[in-house]
Each structure stands twice: as C-alpha cells, then as structure tokens.
C-alpha cells in the first residue's frame, strides 16, 4: 500500500506546538533520533522516556506525567487517533526513521504464490523510496540504537534522498542529500551513506555507540 504520512507528531497536553512549550517542558519519546533531533532544535526541554503501545503513552501524558508526546503520525493516523496531533513536524527539522510510515509484508522465500499475491499489494514509488533509505541504513552501519533519519521522495522517476546523522545530545549532527533515479534507489542510498562516512558521519556514529555502551563496528565499506 501506499505510505502513510512519514512525520513525526508532537502531541501535547494544553495543545502547544513546539515553539510554544515552555522553557524545562517534560517530552517523553524512546526513539534516540527523536531526542537528538528535539534537543538540537530546544536544548532547553527535558527527554523523558516514555514507553509502552501508543495508547499508553497517551495515557502517561494525560495524567500529566509529561507536557508532551513525540509519535509517528502514520501510528496514530491508522488507530484513528490523528485527533490528537498537535503539530505534524516537517521533515526540514525532524527527518523520520528509513522507512517510517511504510507497511512491509514478509512471505517465505520459496511460497512463490504467497509472493506473488503480496506483489500486488506493492505502491511502486513507495517501495522505491523504503528501498534507498534501508539501503542508506545498512550501508552506513546504522540500526535502531543511533541517531538515525532519512527521507526519500519521487517525482516521476526521479528519486531525492535526505539523510542526517546525529549525536544523543544533538549538538553535533550531519545531513547532506543526493539525486538519482528510483530505479536505482538502492544505489543512491549506499552512495549517500558513503558521502555522509567521508563527510565525519562515522566519527558521529562511534561517539554515539561510546556514550551507549555498544560495540564500534566499522560501517561497510570502511
């Protein structure tokens, strides 16, 4: 099917926008990027942790334990709670997770009627923009734990890819785009994961695994 909107969205409790929440506001999010990426744009906010299915999360914020929520729009818009947004944040700030909003169907390798009937569901230009920024992801070493967010969008065939790579605190981060067609979505994906390695994207990336705990495993192609 065809993605669903890729953005990430603040709600908040008295309906402030971000701008407008005030100095030590308490935003609860478990996503990395999405704290490095809300720091990076108000230092002055406090990351809580909040955890939990959408709907309990809604509840933590209702009962006041946070001023405010960052979710994934697609989420809240397919549980029908897209009332509660309060500002769909564009993606010039808060550049989503590789394929935030994008439904995937897994069918075992060799089922090839189960294959075929999931080949009908696939919204081409969807796939094409999913496929360039997983293959980012791989290529520069990334995963779940780092700071992380790429966007693709088509027009026509031609393909446009942003990607960002941050630090925990976000005060340090690197972001840099390139063009290509859709029908080498995958190749303009490594490519920018490439760029991005030469331009201090993985000095970015061992900080951050350092500060985490984690093992530094060289990105491929390093």
Same mark, same amino acid.
Do not use: W
């Given at each position: /099917? ?14 402030? /926008? ?8 308490? &935003?609860? $999010? ?16 406090? @990351?809580? &942790? ?34 509660? @947004?309060?500002?769909?944040?564009? $993606?010039?700030? =808060? ?26 569901? $696939? ?16 290529? @520069? ?6 700071? @992380?967010?790429? =966007? ?12 960002? &790579?941050? $630090? ?30 030469? +331009?201090? +994207? ?21």
């Amino acid at each position: /099917t065809e993605r669903a909107d890729p953005r990430d969205a603040l709600v908040s409790r008295a309906g402030q /926008t971000l701008a407008e929440l005030r100095p030590g506001a308490k &935003v609860g $999010t478990s996503s990395l990027r999405r704290r490095a990426q809300l720091l990076r744009q108000r230092a002055d906010l406090e @990351i809580v &942790v909040v955890r939990g299915n959408v709907e309990t999360r809604l509840r933590k914020l209702d009962e006041g334990q946070v001023d405010a929520l960052l979710l994934a729009c697609a989420g809240l818009d397919r549980l029908k709670l897209g009332y509660r @947004i309060t500002e769909r944040l564009d $993606t010039a700030r =808060f550049l989503p997770s590789p394929g935030q909003g994008a439904l995937g169907v897994v069918v075992r390798d060799k089922d090839l009627g189960t294959k075929s009937l999931a080949m009908g569901l $696939t919204h081409v230009p969807s796939a094409m923009a999913v496929d360039s920024e997983r293959a980012l992801l791989k290529a @520069i070493g990334g995963d779940c734990r780092v700071p @992380i967010g790429a =966007f693709a969008t088509l027009d026509g065939g031609a393909l446009h890819l942003e990607a960002e &790579v941050l $630090t925990p605190d976000g005060k340090r981060a690197l972001r840099m785009a390139k063009d290509g067609f859709g029908s080498m979505a995958d190749r303009v994906g490594e490519d920018l994961a490439q760029e991005l390695l030469e +331009a201090g +994207a993985y000095d970015l990336l061992r900080e951050t695994r350092a500060l985490l705990g984690t093992s530094d495993e060289s990105p491929a192609g390093e």
